[in-house]
């Protein structure tokens, strides 16, 4: 039984997940403490009209949206907003490129309205979510939102992936 075995080892799992995050010397770790610092800087904070931006596609952004209601939750302040890659990336780069879709364009349905999405995700914190790392549409977006000023973070199902590749400065 496939979902009996992956049931019984679940506990295991998670176990040595959390103990990841509790080593000081481990990629979890260290990645946690610079995506919090991250988020919660103040002067960050001040600058940028949003503070996270997460992308993902498909069961990523279910996950990712999920994880930005209970960021929301236990941190009401924070200004997050959570979009399918496709559409944040449609959104990025359809302001640099000088096309408009009027009304219905997707920054209008993704990011607050105002200024453009590029400005309004200079200074933010954003998350790529993807369980392969290998995701297009949220590596393509990763890197449009890293042009456009964001510090991106990535969560994965490995650590040498792509994505994390893709993203880096």
Do not use: I, Y
């Amino acid at each position: 039984d496939v979902v009996g075995d992956d049931l019984r080892d679940l506990p295991v799992l998670a176990s040595a997940l959390a103990r990841s995050f509790r080593l000081d010397t481990s990629p979890n770790a260290a990645a946690a403490r610079a995506f919090a610092k991250a988020v919660f800087d103040a002067d960050r904070m001040r600058r940028s009209s949003l503070d996270v931006v997460v992308v993902a596609v498909e069961a990523s952004l279910w996950v990712a949206e999920q994880w930005a209601a209970n960021a929301r939750a236990a941190c009401p302040v924070l200004r997050v907003v959570v979009a399918s890659a496709n559409k944040a990336l449609a959104a990025l780069t359809a302001c640099e490129s000088g096309t408009h879709g009027g009304a219905t364009s997707a920054h209008a349905t993704v990011f607050p309205s105002g200024d453009t999405p590029a400005r309004r995700c200079r200074g933010a914190v954003a998350l790529a979510v993807s369980h392969s790392g290998q995701t297009f549409p949220t590596l393509n977006a990763a890197r449009a939102l890293r042009d456009a000023g964001a510090d991106v973070f990535v969560v994965a199902g490995s650590l040498d992936v792509q994505l994390a590749e893709g993203v880096k400065g």
